[in-house]
Nanobody, 122 residues
């Protein structure tokens, strides 16, 4: 069993900050890329940021310069620091991870967390 659990969401005023965390646990042999996606009401899920196993980040244009993704490989965690938040950042944020469960398979599978709500409103 593998679980990804997000935390850190909440209500924040425009211009404020939040830090999301995501912990991967269970039968994990190795993790490749990790990332954050979001889904606003009535919209499709969209990429926010990803980070490779070598710590190379990639950001959606809408969050560049405001959000920072990072990871702790020793703890199997990924983080999203969100600054200068805007009402349009309101969404459920999901983390994912591409991981191997055993040393006997070289195939990576993508796992998702359940999501954490971020609401930006005055």
């Amino acid at each position: 069993q593998v679980q990804l659990v997000e935390s850190g969401g909440g209500l924040v005023q425009p211009g404020g900050s939040l830090r999301l965390s995501c912990a991967a646990s269970g039968s994990i042999f190795g993790i490749n890329a990790m990332g954050w996606y979001r889904q606003a009401p009535g919209k499709q899920r969209e990429l926010v940021a990803t980070i490779t196993s070598g710590d190379l980040p990639n950001y959606a244009d809408s969050v560049k310069g405001r959000f920072t993704i990072s990871r702790d490989n020793a703890k199997n965690m990924v983080y999203l620091q969100m600054n200068s938040l805007k009402p349009e950042d309101t969404a459920v944020y999901y983390c994912n991870a591409d991981l191997r469960r055993t040393e006997y398979s070289s195939t990576y599978y993508r796992y998702w967390g359940q999501g954490t709500q971020v609401t930006v409103s005055s």
